[in-house]
């Protein structure tokens, strides 16, 4: 398959991520790596961006799309059989639940739902149990969206915190492909 695999800015998670990323390639899949503009850019105590982008690029073989006009063309060109946001933070979930469209990745999603094609959320936030919650419900009601199984990461300090199986995101996409949500969601 032709994936495009997004990152978002849960730095936290991009290790687990990257992980994902790498057994899609290990498994023969043909995948393109874009990022919005704070992972791309950021530096946290989690990695240095510029590790991190030479990792992934290492990985997939291929540039990162990593601009808004770099992502437009997915859609037209039918680039991908599936679009991944692994992690997907709250501030794209809620940007994909209400149509804002400014940055990489919500061009990329927005772009690739154009052609009617599934779009893999892999939740990563503190407040999904809080103010996510009713945009994970929007996007879990629209169509052509599907979600990497997901649970709670630390219910004692952080009870309202989800996260996603990074084990399932092969998993989740192939269910994705044929129309069918992986379950269980939690």
Do not use: W
């Not at 692994?86 to 400014?102: F, R, Y």
Request: include cysteine.
């Amino acid at each position: 398959m032709k994936i495009g695999y997004c990152l978002t800015g849960s730095f936290c998670t991009f290790k687990k991520s990257i992980e994902a990323m790498q057994s899609l390639v290990d498994s023969g899949h043909i995948v393109t790596p874009i990022m919005s503009f704070n992972a791309y850019n950021i530096d946290t105590r989690f990695g240095n961006a510029k590790d991190v982008r030479e990792k992934v690029v290492s990985i997939c073989g291929r540039d990162i799309i990593s601009t808004i006009d770099s992502a437009e063309p997915i859609g037209p060109k039918h680039m991908f059989d599936v679009l991944c946001v692994v992690p997907c933070t709250s501030n794209t979930l809620a940007k994909l639940a209400n149509g804002i469209n400014d940055t990489p990745v919500t061009m990329a999603v927005k772009s690739h739902l154009r052609n009617d094609k599934p779009v893999v959320i892999g939740v990563s936030t503190n407040d999904a149990l809080g103010a996510s919650a009713k945009n994970i419900g929007v996007l879990m009601n629209n169509r052509n969206f599907y979600f990497v199984p997901m649970a709670l990461d630390n219910p004692c300090e952080k009870p309202r915190s989800l996260v996603c199986d990074f084990s399932k995101v092969e998993g989740t996409i192939k269910c994705a492909v044929d129309g069918v949500q992986f379950n269980p969601i939690f």
